[in-house]
Every structure is written in structure tokens, then in C-alpha cells.
């Protein structure tokens, strides 16, 4: 193990210099468009929303192959804080906060609480990934829910690209900023989103995730009845005015 963290210790003083330099390619979440260009117009904290986001991984259970993390810097609203479990049993937490695949694919598992609003309610989902050296095997990014399971996204975008070190060099490879999202006409009590490496030696830096629901409010009966009578009583009033006027 002593050589595995010399042959990688210059990439993880590499990846502090990186991380603090990419923040500006993050977006905001009330500036990510929909599939048709629409915005829901949200901002983090707004009713009907939750977030949580890591910039530093940490290890709860450090006895355990797998890696647990419940404690995002961004921890959400409502208590709805998300847990980031890595379960390949190859990942490791680097000084620099990263998990790290050091001998195959890193396998990944985030579960977001939601707010259980039924149907009634669109849910934007919308997940961001900073990566280091080999990148995320995009194909893999699947949300599941309540109802609905292994889902693609609805759309991806990828915020910003650099290299770093000589191709196919050891300590080579790509700071890869990457969004995906889902529009999800129900809102559930749990979502969990599933990805993983390309291939070993990706490192994941940084990873956020925000949801949004757009609640449609539903006429009571009552209502509903008061607009159906004024529709006929404007309708009767603009037929007697046609007749008068002949």
C-alpha cells in the first residue's frame, strides 16, 4: 500500500490545486434548462426543494470495504440530506477528500429523501459530477424511485473539459465537470441514483445534487362548479345581446 500512495501522491496534491479552480463551471440550479429550454426558476432552499452536494468525501465506516458518506457540506433543507456509498470495494478517501478507484470500477450509489407529493407534482432531478483522470461511464447514470426504476436522463450537459499530464502516461487524464437530470411527472419519498467509473483510476472530486417540484394545484369541486356557471352565464349574456341588437 506504501507504493500505491507514493506512485499516487503527486496526482492528489495535482487534484487540491484542481478542485480549487473549477468552482465557476458549476451551475446554479435555477439556470438549468429543461428538455424544451424551460426553466423552472427555482433557487436552492426555495419550498418544494432540496440539495445536498460534497466537495470533501469522508469514510463513516473505515472498517468496511465499502465507503459510506451521510455528511454532505451542502446538507439540504427539511433534514433531507442524501448519503454517497461506494460499493466496489476498491475505492479509497485520499488526503485530498477524493474517492479514488485504485485497481477496478468504482461503483456508486447516492439516496436523496424527497418530499412524497404524489402526482401531482414534476419533479426536476438534476446531478453534477466533477471526475479526475479516467471519466464516468456516462451510460451508467440511472435514476430510480418509488415507482419507476433505472431510468436515463431526460438530458445531459457537460460544463467543462481539461487534460492534464501526457497521454497515456501514468498520472495523465481529463477534470471532466457533468450534468445530468430528469424531469419526473410524480414527487416520491426516496430517489436513488446509481453511476460508475469508466475504467479504475477515476477520482471523484466533487458531486452534487438538487431536486424541484413544480406542484400543480387542482380546482376543489366547488370551484371547479363557480367557473362552469360563469362560463354559461357569459355565455347566455353574450346570446341575449346578440338578439337585441337585430
Same mark, same amino acid.
Given at each position: 500500500?506504501?507504493?500505491?500512495?507514493? &506512485?499516487?501522491?503527486?496526482? =492528489?496534491?495535482? +487534484?487540491?490545486?484542481?478542485?480549487?479552480?473549477?468552482?465557476?463551471?458549476?451551475?446554479?440550479?435555477?439556470?438549468?434548462? =429543461?428538455?424544451?429550454?424551460?426553466?423552472?426558476?427555482?433557487?436552492?432552499?426555495?419550498?418544494?426543494?432540496?440539495?445536498?452536494?460534497?466537495?470533501?468525501?469522508?469514510?463513516?465506516?473505515?472498517?468496511?470495504?465499502?465507503?459510506?458518506?451521510?455528511?454532505?457540506?451542502?446538507?439540504? $433543507?427539511?433534514?433531507?440530506?442524501? !448519503? +454517497?456509498?461506494?460499493?466496489?470495494? *476498491?475505492?479509497?478517501?485520499?488526503?485530498?477528500?477524493? +474517492?479514488?478507484?485504485?485497481?477496478?470500477?468504482?461503483?456508486?450509489?447516492? #439516496? $436523496?429523501?424527497?418530499?412524497?407529493?404524489?402526482?401531482?407534482?414534476?419533479? &426536476? +432531478?438534476?446531478?453534477?459530477?466533477?471526475?479526475?483522470?479516467?471519466?464516468? &461511464?456516462?451510460?451508467?447514470?440511472?435514476?430510480?424511485?418509488?415507482?419507476?426504476? #433505472?431510468?436515463?436522463?431526460?438530458?445531459? $450537459?457537460?460544463?467543462? &473539459?481539461?487534460?492534464?499530464?501526457?497521454?497515456? $502516461?501514468?498520472?495523465?487524464?481529463?477534470?471532466?465537470?457533468?450534468?445530468?437530470?430528469?424531469?419526473?411527472?410524480? #414527487?416520491?419519498?426516496?430517489?436513488?441514483?446509481?453511476?460508475?467509473?469508466?475504467? *479504475?483510476?477515476?477520482?471523484?472530486?466533487?458531486?452534487?445534487?438538487? !431536486?424541484?417540484? =413544480?406542484?400543480?394545484?387542482?380546482?376543489?369541486?366547488?370551484?371547479?362548479?363557480?367557473?362552469?356557471?360563469?362560463?354559461?352565464?357569459?355565455?347566455?349574456?353574450?346570446?341575449?345581446?346578440?338578439?337585441?341588437?337585430?
Amino acid at each position: 500500500m506504501v507504493l500505491h500512495w507514493t &506512485r499516487y501522491g503527486f496526482r =492528489s496534491l495535482f +487534484i487540491l490545486f484542481v478542485v480549487s479552480t473549477i468552482q465557476s463551471n458549476w451551475l446554479r440550479a435555477e439556470l438549468i434548462p =429543461s428538455i424544451d429550454n424551460a426553466n423552472f426558476g427555482w433557487v436552492r432552499g426555495a419550498p418544494n426543494s432540496t440539495f445536498s452536494g460534497w466537495d470533501v468525501f469522508n469514510n463513516e465506516t473505515p472498517a468496511l470495504t465499502t465507503i459510506l458518506d451521510s455528511t454532505p457540506e451542502l446538507p439540504g $433543507q427539511f433534514g433531507f440530506a442524501a !448519503t +454517497i456509498r461506494e460499493t466496489s470495494g *476498491s475505492g479509497i478517501v485520499l488526503g485530498s477528500g477524493n +474517492i479514488y478507484g485504485l485497481s477496478s470500477v468504482t461503483t456508486f450509489v447516492v #439516496n $436523496q429523501p424527497g418530499l412524497n407529493l404524489g402526482p401531482s407534482a414534476t419533479t &426536476r +432531478i438534476v446531478a453534477q459530477f466533477q471526475t479526475l483522470g479516467n471519466e464516468l &461511464r456516462y451510460d451508467s447514470i440511472r435514476l430510480s424511485g418509488t415507482d419507476f426504476t #433505472n431510468v436515463l436522463p431526460s438530458f445531459t $450537459q457537460e460544463l467543462s &473539459r481539461s487534460s492534464f499530464g501526457t497521454p497515456g $502516461q501514468p498520472g495523465s487524464g481529463a477534470n471532466v465537470v457533468y450534468l445530468a437530470g430528469w424531469d419526473v411527472a410524480q #414527487n416520491v419519498g426516496d430517489y436513488s441514483l446509481a453511476f460508475e467509473s469508466s475504467a *479504475s483510476a477515476m477520482s471523484l472530486a466533487k458531486f452534487n445534487l438538487d !431536486t424541484f417540484a =413544480s406542484v400543480t394545484v387542482v380546482p376543489e369541486p366547488t370551484t371547479v362548479a363557480l367557473i362552469s356557471l360563469a362560463a354559461i352565464g357569459w355565455g347566455i349574456h353574450r346570446t341575449r345581446k346578440k338578439m337585441l341588437s337585430r
